[in-house]
């Protein structure tokens, strides 16, 4: 049996930093990458970052020189290091296993807030 579980969420006022993590207990495989993704109430699910198994990574423009993405693939976790936060971060932030030919893995999701 697989879980994601994901922490590092929380309360920070603007500018600040956090850093989420993605633990996944038991063996997946099939990894083609791991990444985040946020939702805010009211509006669709978007990717903030991906990061191959190979080392690739990819950001939403929105993100991009702020966020940083990195795994730890002997381990099935995933990192997000959140610098210079802003209030249009604040959303829920969830965990993706993007698995090859085979169904997806979600996180539970962990709550950033940014205050201003």
């Given at each position: 049996q697989v879980q994601?579980?994901?922490?590092?969420g929380g309360l920070v006022q603007?500018?600040?930093?956090?850093?989420?993590?993605?633990a996944a207990s038991g063996v997946i495989f099939r990894i083609n990458a791991?990444?985040?993704y946020r939702q805010a109430p009211g509006k669709q699910r978007e990717l903030v970052?991906?990061?191959t198994t190979?080392?690739?990574?990819?950001?939403?423009?929105?993100?991009?020189?702020?966020f940083t993405i990195s795994r730890d693939n002997a381990k099935n976790t995933v990192y997000l290091q959140m610098n210079n936060l802003?209030?249009?971060?604040?959303?829920?932030y969830y965990c993706l296993v993007d698995r090859l030919s085979?169904?997806?893995?979600?996180?539970q999701g962990t709550q950033v807030t940014v205050s201003s």
């Open positions: 994601l579980v994901e922490s590092g603007a500018g600040g930093s956090l850093r989420l993590s993605c791991m990444g985040w970052a991906t990061i190979g080392g690739r990574t990819n950001y939403a423009d929105s993100v991009k020189g702020r802003k209030p249009e971060d604040t959303a829920v085979a169904p997806n893995y979600w996180g």
